[in-house]
T-cell receptor, first 116, second 114 residues
Framework: DAGVIQSPRHEVTEMGQEVTLRCKPI?????LFWYRQTMMRGLELLIY????????DSGMPEDRFSAKMPNASFSTLKIQPSEPRDSAVYFC??????????????FGPGTRLTVL | AQSVTQLDSHVSVSEGTPVLLRCNYS??????LFWYVQHPNKGLQLLLK??????LVKGINGFEAEFKKSETSFHLTKPSAHMSDAAEYFC????????????FGAGTRLAVHP
């Protein structure tokens, strides 16, 4: 298996532009997570999908951020308009949730976003 | 409230000496516990996991961790450090009964000196 795939790996954009980050989870996994990592705040969970349905989006910073999962093999995280404080590494992770048992998450390589 | 505490933000060891990274968790339930490693400019990689089977868990690259319920600890150890072990390590909990939402410790940065 190729693991979790994220694109692009690096993105440099100017303030005010729309940014779209993409994620392909591991085949067969039914849960998908978007995280943001910065030096100041560490790893933050932004949103969590289970069976393509958003379950918890309490970590989404503000309305400029939106996430979709149109099918089991694809998710996007969009920032519109982007701001310099959005600069961070964004990780996508996937896992297989079975009943009440927690399972490990598998992380993608991340997208390093720089907003000028 | 459920939480994960990594007791050291930085640990420095010499190559060939033992590694000990400490982690305590706070949970109303018996959680699943994990250690992840993150090398510079890389994603997080699972080192090992505890899911209520054997309390001593062996992972990749010679790492192991012991779950001690009485101490609510899940410390990570390795008998002999290698230069390639230099990275950031995260202790992570998945509380039983909750959604698949992970609780991350703040991380411990391991430096390995020649």
């Amino acid at each position: 298996d190729a693991g979790v795939i994220q694109s692009p790996r690096h993105e440099v954009t100017e303030m005010g532009q729309e940014v779209t980050l993409r994620c392909k989870p591991i085949s067969g996994h039914n849960s998908l997570f978007w995280y943001r990592q910065t030096m100041m705040r560490g790893l933050e969970l932004l949103i969590y999908f289970n069976n393509n349905v958003p379950i918890d989006d309490s970590g989404m910073p503000e309305d400029r951020f939106s996430a979709k999962m149109p099918n089991a093999s694809f998710s996007t995280l969009k920032i519109q308009p982007s701001e310099p404080r959005d600069s961070a590494v964004y990780f996508c992770a996937s896992s297989f949730r079975l009943g009440r048992e927690g399972m490990e998450q598998f992380f993608g390589p991340g997208t390093r976003l720089t907003v000028l | 409230a459920q939480s994960v505490t990594q007791l050291d933000s930085h640990v420095s060891v010499s190559e060939g000496t033992p590694v000990l990274l400490r982690c305590n968790y706070s949970s109303s339930y018996s959680p699943s516990l994990f250690w992840y490693v993150q090398h510079p400019n890389k994603g997080l990689q699972l080192l090992l996991k505890y899911t209520s089977a054997a309390t001593l868990v062996k992972g990749i690259n010679g790492f192991e961790a012991e779950f001690k319920k009485s101490e609510t600890s899940f410390h990570l150890t390795k008998p002999s450090a290698h230069m390639s072990d230099a990275a950031e390590y995260f202790c992570v909990a998945n509380p039983s009964g909750g959604y698949n939402k992970l609780i991350f410790g703040a991380g411990t940065r391991l430096a390995v000196h020649p």
